[in-house]
């Protein structure tokens, strides 16, 4: 699929290699679970089944999750009109746009391609941004669905939530039943949480890798389409600064989007969380449009 949005080769790159990656850790963790639950038809069909899943319906997924719905341009005539503006502007195909009925203001942008994409944006977004920042946000997440970095992240972090499952699953079913289970099935137990929490460790390491990347790439993207750097970094403001208001413990249901949202759910206490976050700074992200603003020539605000 072609655009208008500037093409970015060490995003493409960095995907590319992630993915590479990330498939040799999933066969080798797949070899690892045929091996100690001896039941290859077993292993496949259930890693099989919830990476089509993932992938197939993760738009549909990630709406529920979210509690967002699909909206016609009847219902939200002025959203609708800024992604048409965008869609024109960067000569791609208009996803579908839903919104989600909550105050914390985020967007994001997920399905598994572009005819298949999904922009869903909260209401409190839309109360608090201006048009132009508005029109910025919405340009980052349309450079998501134009570089197919949606599709990318989605795969990739399927590996993660697998393993993550297989952890749990093994750590409360075999050992927290140690008494009445044999020393044999104790220890297929301890060696599957194991290998999963390292899956889950290196998987978790590439993508957030990738993700800080294509964050960046999609800012510089949105700058360039809409000419407005200063727009989208004082959209980056605003959000940031609201979401750190927002109490942390109504931020937990939400973070578990945070690689797909334009500003992760962060609140006021940070501290190791700036070092494994999916996002780069807030800071790093205004210095590389500050950059951009330059190279566009953009008069000062």
């Not at 000569?91 to 919104?99: E, G, N, T, V």
């Not at 977004?125 to 669905?145: K, W």
């Not at 959209?235 to 797909?260: C, H, M, W, Y």
Request: positive net charge; proline residues 4%.
């Amino acid at each position: 699929m072609g655009s208008r949005f500037a093409p970015d080769r060490q995003l493409a790159l960095r995907m590319l290699t992630v993915v590479f990656l990330l498939g040799l850790l999933y066969v080798a963790f797949l070899a690892a679970l045929i091996v100690l639950l001896k039941s290859v038809v077993l292993v496949v069909v259930i890693a099989a089944g919830l990476l089509a899943a993932q992938y197939w319906y993760s738009d549909r997924i990630a709406l529920f999750a979210m509690r967002a719905h699909e909206v016609t341009p009847e219902q939200q005539p002025h959203l609708h009109g800024a992604v048409d503006r965008l869609c024109t502007l960067a000569d791609m195909p208009k996803p579908r746009i839903a919104l989600a009925e909550t105050d914390l203001p985020n967007a994001f942008a997920t399905g598994r391609n572009a005819d298949h994409a999904v922009l869903c944006v909260t209401t409190g977004l839309l109360r608090r941004l201006e048009n132009e920042e508005l029109e910025g946000v919405l340009a980052h997440e349309l450079s998501h669905v134009a570089h197919r970095d949606v599709a990318v992240i989605t795969i990739a972090s399927f590996l993660g939530v697998v393993a993550g499952l297989v952890a749990r699953f093994a750590l409360y079913s075999g050992l927290g039943r140690g008494r009445s289970t044999s020393p044999h099935i104790l220890l297929v137990f301890a060696a599957i949480t194991t290998v999963s929490a390292s899956v889950y460790t290196l998987s978790f390491v590439l993508i957030r890798t990738l993700s800080r990347y294509r964050e960046l790439a999609a800012d510089r993207s949105a700058a360039q389409l809409t000419g407005r750097p200063s727009a989208l970094a004082s959209a980056l403001v605003k959000v940031s600064g609201e979401i750190a208001r927002i109490p942390t413990k109504d931020l937990r249901t939400a973070q578990t989007f945070n690689a797909f949202f334009f500003v992760p759910a962060v609140g006021k206490e940070r501290g190791l969380a700036d070092l494994f976050s999916t996002h780069p700074t807030l800071q790093h992200r205004l210095d590389a449009l500050a950059r951009v603003s330059v190279q566009l020539g953009e008069p000062p605000a």
